[in-house]
């Protein structure tokens, strides 16, 4: 295919087979669905990777359903991103803030009172309606270049410009930095916090891979997308929120310094981000899913009971490419409400409350292995010692 970011040709790294959109649950276990394929393409020419197919931002989000947790781990993490810019004196009490994919507004209410004033813009008319409800004013729209005309004729110019987990969720990255740009103020600045490729190809963690997540930036192909746009890269730094995420601040003054992490994170990246570790990724992906398979499919035939814990969005890549479903799982385990009573896209497996009065398992396929810990204790604190569990990344292994 055709880089997105670049034009240039790309090269296949890895082929998931076709999975539904992973956020689908359906109401009933028959209901159609229609699958897409889930092919990861990397372009050697500007470093991007991204999937072959794209679904349509629509059919995606606008009824989107996910609302973001209250969670002390995200409101510690919202301080932090606050204190840096606050230091970078990127941000003080005259910074007009808009903020894309703003979903209930949570971010956007801590930095309003650090702010002069802040619009949040969400294409998810329900989520949208939430914010505005608690005072977050918010506009149901796709950020694009005519949304960014209204908000600069209504609301006027951004100094600063968030964008948390939603760039890389877009086909069209260009459009969403033509309309930063259309806004920002002289001397404005943009945050872009996504996933970051190298985390996921070098702990294996192939099952982030699902149709919204479209793009898998790097330090290189971020900054090469960004100078198509005007913007500079002036800093990268890690974070540890949502497995492994990463910052990324751009300017659109060309005289700002640019932090010496960004060179370091250019060096890095060039051994990393190659054609044989792209290569050694897909190999161990493909262990994992046969391995995680051989392993379930064997326990079925042993008798052994397995369930699945956390209806994950990732939990459905790791179950749909490892061609196990509702055969050999016949339930999985989530604590959202909304997830309960419905079924998994793709694998079809029930979704069942924590707690519920269903038998325990022999086994847990831990999908949503990222609370490991977390869900051990949990189920352990309940009572139940005899339940073990399998962790399927970065390889398949039962505590
Ligand atoms: P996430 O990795 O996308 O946040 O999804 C994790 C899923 O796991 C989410 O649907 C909630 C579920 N979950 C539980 O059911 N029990 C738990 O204790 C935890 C931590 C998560
Ligand atoms: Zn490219």
Known sequence: MTCR???APTTEILDLGSSPPANALTVTADEPQTSYPLVVEWCPSCGNVQLRDALSADVLYRDYLYTTPRSPTLDAHYDILISYLRMKEILNRGTSVVEIGSNVGHFLGRLSHEASRVLGVDPAREIADEANRSGIPTIAEFFDSVSARRILQDWGRADLIVARHCLAHNESPHEMLAAAALILAEG???LIENAYVVNTI????????????MFYYSVTSMSALLGQHGMRLVDAWLTPVHGGSIVFVASVDDGQTVSSRVDE???SEASILTASSF???????????????????GLRRAGKRVYGYGAS???NTLLNSSAISREHIPYTVDSTPMKQGRFLPGSRIEVIPEGSSHPAPDYYLLTAWNYEAEIIRKVRDGGNRATRFIVPIPSVRVV
Do not use: M, P, W
């Open 5 to 7: 970011i670049c034009q």
């Open 188 to 190: 404005g600045h943009l």
């Open 202 to 213: 070098e702990n294996i963690e192939f099952d982030q891979i699902y149709h919204e997540h």
């Open 265 to 267: 994170f250019l060096t």
């Open 279 to 297: 290569a050694r990724f897909a190999g161990r992906s493909h262990t994992v899913r046969k391995d995680l398979r051989d392993l379930v499919v």
């Open 313 to 315: 969005a990732k939990g």
